[in-house]
């Protein structure tokens, strides 16, 4: 019985045969596959055997003497929608398990931010549940829409000449850290509310470091699956 090789040696294998490439061949494989990857909602595991599968054939057109260009077209965004849309979907289990594990990365270093301080004075901390909640949510939707824009970002930037690429990034990068500061600024804002408890100066802290082990854990555990 045959066994499937892990995505993540797929993985490992595909990043050690792109340094075979020539420079413009590698760059054009590279946008192409940045473009594909982009597309949460197809299965992980399918991605990764195409986009091995085509650059094992690119790396023998390359020894005859052939470019990305001349193997796959001039047009790859065309190319790369047409493979996608024949991919098979993501199942809505690992695409919940990929965003708890984001959920729980997110919570983890959220709190190490807040509990550092405390850490570092010993002071005990007041917490409103009300408040609490609303800040929970308000990351969230944060990290939502943060996921969101920079899987746009990854499709609409990857056919694009460099200068173009870092112009984009940059107004993406200028409207991240925009979201973040203003979830910041509504946690400040909101006065705290709700039934409020004592815990210790480094409840907060070692809670954010549960998070990030939990996360850890988690996607080595969704790694073991495919």
């Not at 650059?55 to 005859?64: R, W, Y």
Request: net charge positive; glycine share 6%; charged share 25%.
């Amino acid at each position: 019985m045959n066994m499937k090789v892990p995505v993540k040696e797929l993985i490992r294998q595909n990043n050690e045969k792109r340094k075979l490439l020539t420079k413009e061949n590698q760059e054009y494989y590279e946008n192409f596959l940045v473009y594909i990857r982009a597309n949460f909602s197809r299965d992980e595991r399918a991605i990764e055997e195409v986009l091995l599968e085509m650059l094992d054939h690119l790396l023998e057109a390359q020894k005859e003497g052939k470019t990305a260009k001349e193997v796959f077209g001039k047009n790859p965004k065309e190319l790369a929608d047409e493979i996608i849309a024949s991919l098979p979907k993501e199942s809505w289990k690992r695409q919940l398990e990929f965003i708890v594990e984001i959920i729980m990365t997110l919570f983890g270093w959220y709190f190490i931010a807040r509990g550092i301080v405390p850490l570092i004075q010993k002071e005990d901390q007041t917490i409103y549940s009300g408040t609490l909640v609303v800040s929970g949510l308000l990351l969230i939707a944060s990290l939502a829409v943060l996921i969101h824009f920079v899987f746009v970002l990854l499709k609409k930037e990857a056919f694009k000449d460099r200068r173009k690429k870092k112009v984009g990034t940059i107004l993406y990068g200028i409207l991240i850290v925009g979201l973040f500061a203003l979830s910041l600024y509504v946690k400040f804002a909101i006065h705290p509310f709700g039934p409020s408890f004592e815990t210790s100066y480094y409840s907060i802290f070692g809670l954010g470091c549960f998070f990030l082990l939990a996360s850890y854990l988690f996607k080595k555990m969704r790694e073991s699956q495919t």
